[in-house]
Structure formats: C-alpha cells, structure tokens
C-alpha cells in the first residue's frame, strides 16, 4: 500500500470515529450546558451551544425545594442493598455449582440462566402480587427483592466464570493445611475471586441505579422512590416539562457512576472479558 | 505411630474404579513411592489419604485412627501438590505461615517456625515475595516449606517434581531424600517416573488401573517384578518379551516360541505348569543380552549411541529384541551378529494371567 493511500484511510478512519463519538457524547454536553443556563436561554431562536450565562439556581432549586435527595437517598440505599444481597448470595452459589459435585449441578446452572432470560414484563404482575401479599408493597425492601431476582442469576453466572479460573487445588490445599471449608473459601477462594466479585458487584449497582420499570410498578409514594422514577413524575407532567431541573438532576444522577466507574475500571474491563472469554 | 494402612481401599467415580480393592501397609517413617502410568489411580489414592476425596469402600488408617470419616485438618497430614497450590495473594511468609495460623498457633512461635522452615529450604532472602515472583523450583522450595513448618506425621507428595527442568529435578532429588533422611516422617510419594520412584524410595507401589501390582524395594522390583507388567514398566529401555510355550520338564524345560527355543531348565519354577496350558512370557533385560560367537544369528535393524552407552535393536528371528551395550561397541545397522542371554536372569510369566513363574528365590 503507498504511503498516500495509507494516510488518507487514517484520516477518513478518524473522522468517521469522531463522527459516532460526537453523536453519542453531544446530547451529554447538551445535558450538562442546559443544566447550567437561565431558563430564559433555553429556547432562544437560533440555539446557542454556550450558556450566556451560567448559573447554578437549577441544581439549588433541586436541592432545597424538591424531593431530590430523598429519591437519591432511596437510591443509594437500592443499590447499596441489591449489591450485597446479591453478592453474598451470587459468590456462595457460584462456589458450590464449581466446587461441589451434586446431581443435577450443570442442570441448575443452566436453569439459573434460563430464569435470567425471562422478560421482565411476565414477572411484573405476580412480584407485585406478591410484594402486596407479604406487606411489602410500596418499600425499598420489595425493590430490593424485584431487583435481586433479575440481578442475582447474571451475578451467578458472571461469578461461576471467575471462580471456574481458581485452580481446585488452591482449595484443597488450604483443607489440608488445617482450614475448614468456610476458612479455605474465605481465605483463598474469596482473595482469588476478589476482582470478578467487584466487578459483579458493580454491574449489579449500575443495574439497581438505573432500573425503572419495576421501581414505577412496585413503588408509588414518594418516601420509597428512586431517583429514575421520582425525578421523572415530579418534573414530567401532562403539561410541563421543567427541563432545567430535569437536566440538572440527570447531570447528579450520573456523577456517582462516573465516580465510582473511574475508581474501578480495571476492575470493570477484567470482569468483562473474564466473562468473554471463560463464560 | 503414623503407619499407614489402606485396606480394601475402593474409590469409584460414577462408573469409573480409579482405585480398585486396594489394600497397603505404609511403615511409620518410610519412603514410599506409589509409581504408575497416568490414570493408575495414584493420585486418587493420595488424595483419599488427605482426605480430599471419601473412599467408596474400605477402611484407611493413619496410626490406629481410622480416618475415612475425617476431615483433612484433623489428619495431621501435609500434602505437596504438583502444581504447588501456593496462594497467589499471600507472600512467602504468609503461604508457610497459613497451617500454622490455623492451627492457632501463637503469633512468636510462628515466626519462629518460618524463619526455621524457610532457612532449611534456603529460602530466607524471598519471605517478602509472592508466589508469582518466584521462580519454579523456588516456588517448589515453598510448597515444601508450607509442608515442613508444620511438623506433621506425614508428608503425602503428588508428582512435586515433574514441573522442574531436568537439572533442578535431579537437584531436588537429592534433596528430598536428605530432607526425609532428617526429619524421619513417612513419606508417601507419587509419580509416574521410575527414575524418581526408584531412586528415592525404600519401597515402591506399582499401581495399574486402580489395582496394586506389587509393593516391594526398589531391587526387588527391577530384579524380581512381580508380574510381566511391572516387568515390563520398569526398566529403560523395558524388558524385552516373547510369547511361547514351555515345553518339557525339570532341566529338560525348553522355551518355544516359532523358530526360537532356548533351554530354560535351570530357572527354578515355584510350581511346575500343568500340561494344557503351558503358555508363557519370556522376559529379557536389555543388559542381559551380550554378543557371543558361540549365540544365536540375530540381525542389527538399529544403533542407538548414547555416549556411555548404546542401546541396539535386534531381529531375532522375527522378534525384536532391545540390547544395551557398551559406548564403545563397534556394530552398524545392517550387521549380522551371535547373540547370548544370561540364562539366571531370564524371567518366565503365566502368559495368562501375567504372573511371575520364577521362583523368589532367583536373584
């Protein structure tokens, strides 16, 4: 190939990688610089990309007049408990469908992921049945439970991989050595699956975060919403939208992730292809 | 004190037997290797030892305990593994340090017994390091440690050495042996390596499909092989066999098979066969055939020099036989030479059930 004709794929290559980078970051750039200007900017004729002005009134309106941290609260404490509901469940199963042998094992690891590939529209009615049935009808805790049933069989399966890849006689040797079999699994089973079970873990708060669905059936009173469903029904209605406010709060309920995400990538990308790969 | 004894030992998985009716007794204090070829069950049997797997039947007993229902910690039994097993996240210390933690010993005494550990194993300068900062034959000196610190009755070793480089593994040999030497636990070694078994054992158990085939010292095992497999297993290269009949009695027995007959009357058998069924094997080292004017014409099909020595294959009137000879010796492929076998050291077995017919007390 002449060096030309080299140069010019690259620079076509490039463009069309800017091309799809722009298409996807430019409604988050949006996001952020509505977030930030007067609301008399937001629909001046012809649009202005930069704010005239910028003003922080949206986010300290969302603060102070609104629900908004109780949703974030509700949130926080959502994620925070499907995550090691979740977690304590996922690694103590994934280890016995590796480690024990049981009749019936490779059977009910496939019927964990049957479960998985239920949509969540057939479960919706009976968990809300359900969830009346026992009380538990508009709390946090039914949210937790709704969110676990979908959450834990991916964790299951996510964490079979990684504990697939930790040789048997780690385990083994640490029976020998003198452990139980709760000693070897928390001293040398757990160690070795540390990055699979935060990466996991991870994915398992990401999915509780942003879940709408179940949170809109199961929970509508304002003490147990969550951020997805509670910023939506208290800034959307039939004849307003407040999109500053809207922007604002879509802007904070992104940075935790951001955060969190930017603390454990590593993690992050090894869980991906550790499930790629050995899945 | 920490005799080892296995008895009718069965362990089935599913519809396999790995280790069939298997019964040994281990003195307190010997080296023992447990030899095999792959798939023999050797390792099965070391692990029931350890107590990673349940026997489906029979009773093994270390001392006057019967362990089957024990859990490995309550054995008092350390295991070296052949992949070494040492945990990734803790450093040197930590991994020898991890039995005794769990055994609650007090925290001085521990460093105690590392620092004790890690200086017979000459490992002192990598207590910091982890395991994957280790070389392989480091990481065997740790695996070792991770054993050794914990004093216990005995030491049940899978194949340590068969991830090392030639050399090392030569060197660790050695050091084995001196370690046992020191230290006078029972040590039960298994490997597929007869070079390892029978250099280091006091008594070898040979293993094939699950079933023992002998259980003797390393000379009893190469001189007096129990049956033709074990004949034929030890040795390199293996022992040469022939298929045939005996024909005759008392110093009149002969040997046939197709245009071969050789006299065989002066091996002494334990029992004479009964007429109908006289078919048997006969069983030829490499070192017992030499070249004579006074032999059989034999052909060279093949010249091996190893330097020290030279291994040639023979056709024999139609069988091939494997000779080790002298380094020096001037043959060439092609050659027709007389070939002698040393009559004491030929060995006959039942070619039915592949029994040794010698009597034991051939040398």
């Known amino acids: 190939m002449s060096a030309p004709a080299s140069i010019v794929r690259r620079i076509l290559f490039n463009v069309f990688a800017w091309a799809v980078v722009l298409v996807i970051a430019f409604p988050l750039l949006w996001m952020v610089l509505t977030s930030v200007k007067p609301s008399t900017e937001l629909f001046v004729i012809p649009p202005r990309l930069l704010p005239g002005e910028i003003t922080f009134e949206h986010y300290r309106r969302l603060l102070t007049e609104t629900p908004f941290l109780i949703y974030l609260r509700n949130s926080a404490w959502l ?49 809300y049945l359900l969830m009346t049935g026992l009380g538990l009808a508009n709390t946090l805790t039914s ?15 996510l964490l079979r991989s990684f504990m697939k890849a930790i040789p048997d006689d780690l385990e083994s040797a640490a029976l020998v050595d003198g452990a139980n079999r709760m000693q070897a699994f928390v001293d040398v089973i757990l160690p070795q699956a540390l990055p699979g079970i935060i990466s996991t873990a991870m994915f398992t708060a990401i999915l509780a975060w942003n879940e709408y669905f179940y949170a809109l059936v199961l929970v509508n009173n304002d003490a147990a919403r969550p951020l997805t469903t509670g910023v939506i029904s208290m800034l959307v209605t039939s004849f307003n939208i407040e999109w500053s406010l809207l922007m604002a709060a879509s802007v904070m309920m992104s940075l935790p992730l951001i955060v969190v995400f930017a603390f454990l990538q590593r993690y992050l990308t090894r869980g991906f292809s550790a499930g790629a790969i050995k899945g | 004190m920490s005799r080892i004894r296995f008895e009718n030992v069965s362990k089935r998985f599913g519809g396999v037997t790995a280790v ?23 390792t099965t049997l ?35 593994f052949q992949t070494y097993a040492l945990y990734p996240h803790m450093t040197v210390a930590g991994n020898i340090e991890y039995p005794l933690r769990k055994r609650r010993v007090a925290k001085n005494e521990r460093v105690r017994r590392v620092r004790e550990a890690a200086a017979v194993l000459e490992l002192e300068a990598l207590l910091d390091r982890k395991p994957r900062e280790l070389s392989g034959g480091q990481q065997q000196r740790v695996a070792l440690g991770r054993a050794l610190v914990r004093d216990p009755a005995v030491f049940l070793l899978d194949e340590p050495l068969s991830n090392l480089d030639a050399k090392l593994r030569t060197h660790m040999r050695a050091e084995l042996i001196r370690l046992h030497r020191r230290i006078g636990r029972t040590m039960v070694y298994v490997t597929h390596d007869q070079l390892e078994a029978m250099t280091m054992s006091q008594r070898i158990a040979v293993l094939r499909d699950g079933r023992l085939q002998q259980f003797a010292p390393p000379r009893d095992i190469y001189a007096r092989p129990g049956n033709d497999f074990v004949a034929g297993f030890i040795g390199t290269p293996s022992m040469n066999f022939l298929d045939g009949r005996l024909e005759g009695t008392g110093s009149g027995r002969t040997f046939r098979c197709g245009d071969v007959s050789l006299p065989v009357g002066m091996l002494p058998l334990a029992d004479e066969m009964p007429e109908p069924d006289r078919r048997v094997r006969l069983g030829i080292r490499p070192e017992h055939i030499r070249i004579d004017a006074e032999g059989e014409a034999a052909r060279v099909n093949l010249v091996e020099p190893t330097g020290h020595e030279t291994i040639l294959v023979f056709d024999y009137r139609g069988n091939e036989l494997v000779a080790r000879m002298d380094g020096d010796v001037d043959i060439e492929s092609g050659d027709r030479v007389k070939l002698a076998f040393r009559a004491d050291k030929l060995r006959l077995f039942a070619a039915a059930d592949g029994r040794r017919l010698n009597d034991d007390s051939t040398p």
């Open chain 2, 20 to 42: 069939d009716d298997l019964s040994l007794e281990i003195e307190s204090g010997e080296f023992v290797s447990i030899l095999g070829p792959s798939g023999c069950g050797k």
């Open chain 1, 79 to 127: 994620a925070a408990g499907t995550t090691l509901v979740v977690i304590a469940i996922a690694t103590l199963g994934a280890h016995s469908l590796v480690r024990f042998s049981y009749p019936g094992r490779e059977r009910l690891a496939r019927l964990v992921l049957f479960t998985y590939l239920l949509p969540s529209v057939v479960l919706i009615i009976p968990l």
């Open chain 2, 46 to 80: 070391l692990r029931m030892l350890a107590g990673l797997e349940r026997p489906t039947g029979g009773t093994i007993s270390i001392g006057e305990t019967v362990v089957n229902e024990l859990a490995p910690a309550q054995r008092n039994v350390a295991m070296v």
């Open chain 1, 143 to 157: 949210l937790i439970i709704a969110y676990t049933t979908f959450a834990l069989p991916y964790a299951l399966w």
